[in-house]
Each structure stands twice: as structure tokens, then as C-alpha cells.
């Protein structure tokens, strides 16, 4: 694809999100939200990944551990 | 066109639902069916947690893959009608953005499923985005017209993937499914390809209509019925599918190769739709686009058998089955 238009719409987006990130005391209110509203999910992404990775870590340890009968 | 994405982006920052929408739910929605019969029809007896866990890894691996397809596919995406609301070209989520998503998506995807499902299943769900994003999406789509021929391996491991997480191994079955999917992907992408020509040519994507033309591809639709109408009934000769399997693949098969007929019969692919909606359609492309959609519902249809033959305890083993290669 080579229309310039598109080239440079995309390029243009990259900038207006390169320039966000780099200043971020200078981006509007709505986006400052927007953006806090991803870091919080990043987060709790990135928490819930942890716990399924304890959960099927102990899954695992459950079925590999003989049972010690009394 | 751009203006209008123009405006649409300033109005609203990225949110949530831009990044569902980078994963494509809807692709997502059939790799996470397939993989979960694969899981289900494997013969072992899976943790269900470790089962949660792997059918997880896999659409979180499909995310990844999609993502990374919209952040290198977004000059194309945005002057197809079909796909220019997509995030990326919408503005509402920068390429780079879209990239860092898919390779972190992809990374966690591997490691969960390394963990649930063991080495293999990891390596084959790996391999597969690689596959997805890389030789497909980089260098297939813009350079051949065999591109979703290749390239619709990717789409197809997912049952193999699983299989591979339950039972650490792989063999004839799962090979049989992944076939199923493979050869059902080009005369359904061909379909969709015939009636949506004018998007792919503008977009300067080589599909098999653009390049060979739109009665070449109705032939090919046509042949690529033919092989698949019986390979989708091989499971029962191993024993994977039983009666309830043969009678749905016999009816969808019978029924997607009548419908090849018509659309080797038809001029579809002439009329020149250019319509926005997936469905609709100029008189002379119906039979591609009901081709298309039936398609859908006969990938569905085969896996739903199987599902609930192996979920669901409705396996009834057929006398059809080959000495030597009963699972």
C-alpha cells in the first residue's frame, strides 16, 4: 500500500502517541484518564496472570506429589 | 475516509475495548472452540484447572497473534471498508502500542501454557503465533495468492496445540483435525475474497480472485470442497468421530460441496459489491457470500460433534473404523 494520505495519517497517529507518552503533564484531562484507567488494568492484568501461575503451579505440584497415607 | 478516522480518534482515547477488539474476538472466539474440543477429545484425563488453564493460554496466544497482525497490517486495514474501524487505523491505538500488546500478550500466552501444558504444547503454540505474525502476515498476504493457503496453518494448530497440553504427545487425530481446518480455510477465505475483490485489490492484498481471477477461484473453491467433503469424514475411520460425527459430516459435507457447485456454476465474484457489511451483497455474489457464511457454520458443526460426543458421553463407535489406526 502506498497512498501517502494513509502513510501519513498512520505516521501522524504515531507521533500524537509518541508526543503523549513523552510529555504526559501536557496531555488533556481525558486522555490522562484514559490513561490511568489502562495502567489500572494493566495491573490487575498482570496480578491475575501471577495468580493463575500459582493456581496451575499447585495444580501441577498436587498431581506430581505421592499421597502420604497414615 | 481519513478525515472521518481522523476525527473519530481525537474524539475518544484508547480504551478497554479497543485492545478486546485488537485480539479479534471473533477469529478468537473459533480458535478457543476448536482448541477446547482438541482438550476434550485427547484421551487423557486433564486437571481441570491445568484443562481452564491451557484452553486460556491459547486465546491469550491468539490475542497476541492478532494484535501483531493489526499493528503490521494497519496501512492495509485502513483502506479496507471492511477492517479501517479497526483500532489501529481508527487512531485509537498506536502501531506501536498494538505490537508491544501482541508480544507480551504472546510471551505470557507461552509461558502459561509451558507451565499447564508442558513443552510441546508451548513450542507448537509459539510456533504458531510465529507462523501467524511473521510468515503470514509479513510476507504471505502481500506476496502471493496462496497466501491463506500457507498460511491457514496457523489458524489450524490450535486443536493440536491443545491436544498436545493433555497428552504430551501428538499423533494421527489431531493431525487429522488440523487438516480439516486447513483445507476448509481457502474456499472459505475464496468466498469471502470473491464478493469483497474491490477491498482487496484497493488494499493491494494478492488475493486468489484479484490475481487468477474470479472463475479461476470458484475452481479452486470448487476442488478444495471436493477434498475437503471427505477428509472431514477420516475421523471416523479412526475411531475419533462416531456416529454422530458421520451423520453431521456426511449432511455439512454433502451440503458445502452443493454449495461449491453453485458458486462454480454462478459468475460470483462479477457483480461488483462493494458493500460494507459482511453479508451483504450484489444479486450475482450470493452464492459466494452464502458459502461463506454456511462454511462457517460447517467448521462449527464438525467440532460441535465432536464436542459433544467426547464432552457430552454421546460417542457411539461407528464399524468404520481401520485396523491399525484406532486412537
Not at chain 2, 51 to 68: R, S
Amino acid at each position: 500500500v502506498t497512498d501517502p494520505r494513509i502513510q501519513s495519517y498512520l505516521a501522524d497517529q504515531d507521533a500524537h502517541h509518541a508526543a503523549e507518552t513523552a510529555r504526559p503533564g501536557e496531555i488533556s484531562p481525558e486522555a490522562a484518564k484514559a490513561r490511568s484507567r489502562r495502567n489500572v488494568a494493566i495491573a490487575l492484568g498482570l496480578g491475575a496472570f501471577a495468580l493463575v501461575l500459582l493456581v496451575v503451579t499447585m495444580a501441577q505440584l498436587a498431581g506430581q506429589t505421592p499421597r502420604i497415607t497414615y | 475516509m481519513i478525515d472521518t478516522l481522523a476525527a473519530s480518534s481525537a474524539a475518544r482515547p484508547a480504551e478497554w475495548r479497543d485492545y478486546v477488539a485488537l485480539m479479534k474476538p471473533r477469529v478468537m472466539s473459533l480458535v478457543v472452540f476448536t482448541a477446547f474440543v482438541g482438550l476434550l477429545a485427547a484421551p487423557a484425563d486433564v486437571n481441570p484447572i491445568l484443562a481452564a488453564a491451557i484452553v486460556l493460554a491459547i486465546a491469550l496466544g491468539a490475542g497476541g497473534a492478532g494484535a501483531l497482525n493489526m499493528a503490521y497490517d494497519a496501512d492495509i486495514d485502513a483502506v479496507m471498508r471492511r477492517t479501517c474501524a479497526r483500532p489501529v487505523p481508527a487512531g485509537k491505538v498506536s502501531r506501536a502500542e498494538a505490537m508491544t500488546f501482541g508480544l507480551v500478550m504472546s510471551a505470557l500466552a507461552v509461558t502459561l501454557l509451558a507451565l499447564a501444558g508442558g513443552p510441546l504444547a508451548a513450542g507448537l503454540l509459539a510456533f504458531t503465533i510465529f507462523f501467524y505474525a511473521v510468515i503470514y502476515t509479513m510476507w504471505l498476504k502481500r506476496s502471493t495468492a496462496q497466501n491463506i493457503v500457507i498460511g491457514g496453518l496457523a489458524g489450524a494448530l490450535p486443536p493440536a496445540v491443545a491436544w498436545a497440553g493433555a497428552t504430551g504427545s501428538l499423533g494421527l487425530d489431531p493431525a487429522l483435525m488440523v487438516a480439516i481446518i486447513f483445507f476448509w480455510t481457502p474456499p472459505h477465505f475464496w468466498a469471502l475474497a470473491l464478493y469483497k475483490q474491490g477491498d482487496y485489490a484497493k488494499a493491494g492484498v494478492p488475493m486468489l480472485p484479484n490475481v487468477a481471477g474470479a472463475p479461476a477461484a470458484r475452481l479452486q473453491i470448487l476442488l478444495y470442497a471436493l477434498l475437503l467433503a471427505p477428509l472431514g469424514l477420516a475421523p471416523v475411520a479412526t475411531g475419533l468421530g462416531g456416529w454422530l460425527y458421520a451423520a453431521v459430516s456426511i449432511g455439512l459435507g454433502a451440503m458445502f460441496v452443493l454449495l461449491a457447485v453453485r458458486v462454480a456454476r454462478s459468475r460470483a465474484g462479477e457483480a461488483g459489491t462493494d458493500e460494507a457489511d459482511l453479508y451483504e451483497v450484489k444479486m450475482g455474489d450470493r452464492a459466494a457470500r452464502d458459502l461463506f457464511a454456511f462454511s462457517i457454520l460447517y467448521l462449527f458443526g464438525l467440532f460441535a460433534a465432536l464436542l459433544a460426543e467426547h464432552g457430552l458421553g454421546l460417542y457411539a463407535a461407528t464399524p468404520f473404523v481401520l485396523g491399525g489406526v484406532a486412537p
